[in-house]
Each structure stands twice: as C-alpha cells, then as structure tokens.
C-alpha cells in the first residue's frame, strides 16, 4: 500500500494531515503534545513517505509512550495514511478454494494482504457497498464487514488445518503449532479489519471511521465487555503497569518518611532566636509497610475485572509487609495460597478459585453471605495499618446487602475501598446494592485498565 491523500480527495499539505492525525490521537487517549508532533514532522522528512511500513514504525515512536496503544495507533495510521482499493464486490463465490489459498499461505508464512482484499472483497460487503465502492458514494447502509468474511472463511477450521500440516510429533509439538497456527490466522483476521476500515471509510468519511469503528487500546477496554484476546491483551499490561505504579509508592513512601511539623517542639527551638528564623522540627515517621486485604468477587459477570486486578495487586505486593487476597462469589475463603511471589498466575485463574478454593454454595453472588464469611472467620487480618481492597460490582440479586458486617470491617481497618468494573451511572439500577453500600464506603469507577491505575495509584497508601 502507498500513502495517499487522507480523506480520499484532494491532495493536503503532509503537516496538515499530520496535525489531524495527532488530534484523532487525542480523542482515542494518546496523548501526544506538540514536541511528539514536532519529532514525527522531522521523522517523514528523513523517512519519507514511500514505504507506508517504516514510515508507521516512525512515528509510532515519536508519538507513543505506553503499552497498549500500539494496536490503535495502527488503525489511525491506516485510516489516516493509507489507501484501500475500490473493486466491486462478487456475492455469491465459493469459499472453499480461496480457503485453500489462505491456508496454504499461512503454511508458508507468505504475505497474505492481497489474500485478505480478495475475501473481504469477495465475502464482506453488506447493502450494496461493492456497488457504492466503485462509484466512490456514500451509503448508510452499506459496508464491508470483517466479521462477514471471517464467518465465511471460518478460521477455526484454519487454524486447526495449518497446526496440522505444520508437521511434528509429540505433544509440546502440537501445542506450539497451535499456538503459531492461531497467531498466524489472527494477523490475516487483522489484515481483513483494515481493509475493512480502509474501504468503509471510503463511503462514510475517514474522520466518521476513525471515531466509530476504531477499536479501543488495551488500556481503554472495558473490563465488563473484554473478549478473551482483549484480557490477554491486558495480561501483558499487568507488570509494565505494576513497575510504574510500584515506582509512584516508593517516591511517595519517600516524601512521607520525614513526618509532619511538630509545632510545640519547633516554638520551643526558635525562642533562643527570638522566632527568627524559625527551625522546623518534625515528628519521627514511623517506618514500615502497610498491609493489604483484597476481597475479590470471583463470579462470572465480573471475572475479567477480578483476575486483572488481583494480578496487579500480585505483583505490587513487595510495596506492603503482608497482602492477603479473599474470593468468594457467596461464600469467602482465602486464596492467598493460590499466587506465587514473582510468578504471573494462569489465565483463567479464577475459574479454578470457583472450582476449587471453596468460594460458591449455590454459585450467584450473594455479597452479604460472602460479608459476613469475612466477619466471622477473617476479621483477625484487619487491623490499623490495613487497606481493604472490595472489588465487584455490588449486584446482590436482590438478597440482604448485610451493612453491618460491612461497617464492621470499616471500623477495624485503617481505609476500605471499593472498586467497581461498573459505569457509576447503572450503580442504583436493577439488583446493585451499591448506593447504599456507598454510604459506609468509598466507591470508584473501574471500568478500564487506565481508571484501574489511576485509581490504585491514587489510594494504595505509603
């Protein structure tokens, strides 16, 4: 592919069309400011705009500075830069010949772009869009769908005919097959997306596509409607995040450690000199670590939420003297014993919590049950030097809430707070207790990766 003209039209000058690119940045949560600008300007003048693939690689390294944005960046810059083809759509085509070409592609390792432009065009077009493309028109109800294709081409049955062919014997062998077999089917699904997007917004405009059909970052994805890729996608932000908020708590710990003035201690020193200049004495910090309690609700509905931020919570652990972690769904038990200091848990770690740690009687939340558990068998761990950690998203299905045993955990910890994976505004709909649990505790939206952050970086103490 070539760059070519942003929106399809007439030719604009490259600085323009950059300063719209690091503006529809801005809007997805990738905040580059004017000297990342500058240094992508001075990065085409030495890249130049022939391969369309350095190019993206340069500035993805002047206007990037966290992990997860990369696979936005990416569908920004093809909208942006990047010309999709115009052909007229053959409905009807049998699939399984060009099945055959893309699995043999695939076997290959070959460049399968071309592949992915003769399926979407072949399979994608929904209302008219072949038809619309060619005359290079809007239709509001046309499009290319990738999701079309792909149901076409059915990718499982890819992937298993490629882990197969790829040879091998034994079964770590099979394993990795898969695994590279999977990899490869989904970059040719990527393939097929851009494509998608490129020729959609030819009919709808590129600025309408790129805030519409673009998919959130890792770090932007709600933790309530991520797909399986989408939390392993977050998996790998988990230890890059717990660095960067592991470094927040020690400068913090470090700012506290000197104390606060003691103002009797301090009058006492300055009378010698009349009260000029005043020496400041400051009380003795005490050191030490606080302790950690996170109870986790393990249960279907909030499981991506759950294992993610227990995770974090792992992996920050050297920052407290003691971290306990407690799951329950209606019933509360321990699950310290299932992390490992300084080894990621399995994903879908959670399941075997559920299967195994003891945490479900009749398998719906019941937060009052799972409260009381807590009160009766593990209110020893708290004490005044313990953050609690509640994270779920206070759904009771309808049973009692159970403030009493809440508020008895609030009076012997030093701070309770709780995170939920909700929006704020559905916290008084349906069977949520959380505007009444509001009233005993702190609640905090915790609806993505970046809230998450931002909210343990704000509250976890030094």
Same mark, same amino acid.
């Given at each position: 592919?070539?760059?070519?003209?942003?929106?399809?039209?007439?030719?604009?000058?490259?600085?323009?069309?950059?300063?719209?690119?690091?503006?529809? $940045? #801005? @809007?997805?949560? =990738?905040? %580059?400011?004017?000297?990342?600008?500058?240094? +992508?300007?001075?990065?085409?003048? /030495? *890249?130049?705009?022939?391969?369309?693939?350095?190019?993206?690689?340069?500035?993805?390294?002047?206007?990037?500075?966290?992990?997860?944005?990369?696979?936005?960046?990416?569908?920004?810059?093809?909208?942006?830069?990047?010309?999709?083809?115009?052909?007229?759509?053959?409905?009807?085509?049998?699939?399984?010949? $060009? #099945? @055959?070409?893309? =699995?043999? %592609?695939?076997?290959?390792?070959?460049?399968? +772009?071309?592949?992915?432009?003769? /399926? *979407?065009?072949?399979?994608?077009?929904?209302?008219?869009?072949?038809?619309?493309?060619?005359?290079?028109?809007?239709?509001?109800?046309?499009?290319?769908?990738?999701?079309?294709?792909?149901?076409?081409?059915?990718?499982?049955?890819?992937?298993?005919?490629?882990?197969?062919?790829?040879?091998?014997?034994?079964?770590?062998?099979?394993?990795?097959?898969?695994?590279?077999?999977?990899?490869?089917?989904?970059?040719?699904?990527?393939?097929?997306?851009?494509?998608?997007?490129?020729?959609?917004?030819?009919?709808?405009?590129?600025?309408?596509?790129?805030?519409?059909?673009?998919?959130?970052?890792?770090?932007?994805?709600?933790?309530?409607?991520?797909?399986?890729?989408?939390?392993?996608?977050?998996?790998?932000?988990?230890?890059?995040?717990?660095?960067?908020?592991?470094?927040?708590?020690?400068?913090?710990?470090?700012?506290?450690?000197?104390?606060?003035?003691?103002?009797?201690?301090?009058?006492?020193?300055?009378?010698?000199?009349?009260?000029?200049?005043?020496?400041?004495?400051?009380?003795?910090?005490?050191?030490?670590?606080?302790?950690?309690?996170?109870?986790?609700?393990?249960?279907?509905?909030?499981?991506?939420?759950?294992?993610?931020?227990?995770?974090?919570?792992?992996?920050?652990?050297?920052?407290?003297?003691?971290?306990?972690?407690?799951?329950?769904?209606?019933?509360?038990?321990?699950?310290?014993?299932?992390?490992?200091?300084?080894?990621?848990?399995?994903?879908?770690?959670?399941?075997?919590?559920?299967?195994?740690?003891?945490?479900?009687?009749?398998?719906?939340?019941?937060?009052?049950?799972?409260?009381?558990?807590?009160?009766?068998?593990?209110?020893?761990?708290?004490?005044?030097?313990?953050?609690?950690?509640?994270?779920?998203?206070?759904?009771?299905?309808?049973?009692?809430?159970?403030?009493?045993?809440?508020?008895?955990?609030?009076?012997?910890?030093?701070?309770?707070?709780?995170?939920?994976?909700?929006?704020?505004?559905?916290?008084?709909?349906?069977?949520?207790?959380?505007?009444?649990?509001?009233?005993?505790?702190?609640?905090?939206?915790?609806?993505?990766?970046?809230?998450?952050?931002?909210?343990?970086?704000?509250?976890?103490?030094?």
């Amino acid at each position: 592919m070539t760059i070519v003209p942003a929106h399809g039209g007439v030719e604009a000058p490259m600085s323009d069309r950059l300063v719209g690119f690091v503006g529809l $940045l #801005r @809007e997805h949560g =990738i905040h %580059a400011g004017p000297s990342e600008t500058v240094d +992508a300007a001075a990065t085409i003048v /030495a *890249l130049g705009t022939a391969d369309a693939r350095v190019l993206r690689s340069g500035l993805a390294a002047c206007l990037l500075r966290r992990n997860g944005q990369r696979t936005v960046f990416d569908q920004l810059f093809d909208l942006y830069f990047l010309d999709g083809t115009r052909p007229v759509a053959a409905a009807g085509a049998d699939a399984d010949p $060009l #099945r @055959e070409r893309v =699995i043999a %592609a695939l076997i290959q390792g070959a460049d399968t +772009a071309e592949l992915a432009r003769e /399926a *979407l065009n072949t399979f994608g077009a929904y209302g008219g869009a072949g038809e619309s493309a060619g005359r290079v028109t809007s239709a509001s109800g046309a499009g290319w769908s990738s999701y079309l294709t792909m149901k076409s081409l059915r990718p499982d049955e890819i992937s298993e005919q490629v882990a197969q062919t790829m040879g091998g014997t034994g079964q770590f062998d099979a394993a990795v097959h898969t695994i590279e077999a999977r990899r490869r089917v989904e970059r040719f699904r990527t393939e097929v997306q851009a494509e998608a997007r490129l020729r959609s917004a030819q009919l709808r405009g590129t600025d309408y596509i790129a805030r519409r059909g673009v998919e959130s970052g890792a770090d932007s994805t709600d933790f309530l409607g991520a797909r399986e890729q989408d939390l392993a996608e977050m998996r790998r932000l988990v230890h890059p995040l717990a660095r960067k908020l592991a470094t927040r708590l020690a400068v913090r710990r470090k700012k506290a450690v000197r104390g606060q003035i003691d103002l009797r201690r301090t009058l006492r020193r300055s009378m010698a000199t009349g009260g000029v200049p005043i020496d400041p004495v400051l009380r003795a910090r005490r050191h030490g670590r606080p302790d950690l309690v996170v109870l986790a609700d393990v249960s279907g509905s909030v499981t991506g939420f759950a294992e993610f931020t227990l995770q974090l919570v792992q992996a920050l652990q050297d920052q407290f003297s003691k971290v306990r972690s407690f799951g329950f769904v209606d019933v509360c038990a321990e699950i310290t014993g299932y992390f490992t200091p300084g080894e990621p848990p399995p994903a879908g770690f959670a399941r075997e919590i559920v299967r195994d740690a003891g945490v479900a009687r009749f398998g719906s939340s019941n937060y009052g049950e799972a409260f009381q558990g807590f009160v009766d068998h593990y209110l020893d761990a708290l004490g005044p030097r313990t953050c609690v950690l509640i994270l779920g998203d206070a759904r009771t299905n309808r049973t009692d809430p159970n403030l009493a045993a809440l508020q008895a955990m609030t009076e012997r910890a030093k701070a309770v707070y709780w995170l939920n994976p909700e929006p704020s505004r559905s916290w008084s709909t349906g069977d949520s207790a959380a505007h009444v649990y509001t009233d005993i505790v702190t609640m905090h939206e915790c609806r993505t990766v970046r809230q998450l952050a931002e909210v343990i970086g704000r509250l976890l103490p030094a």
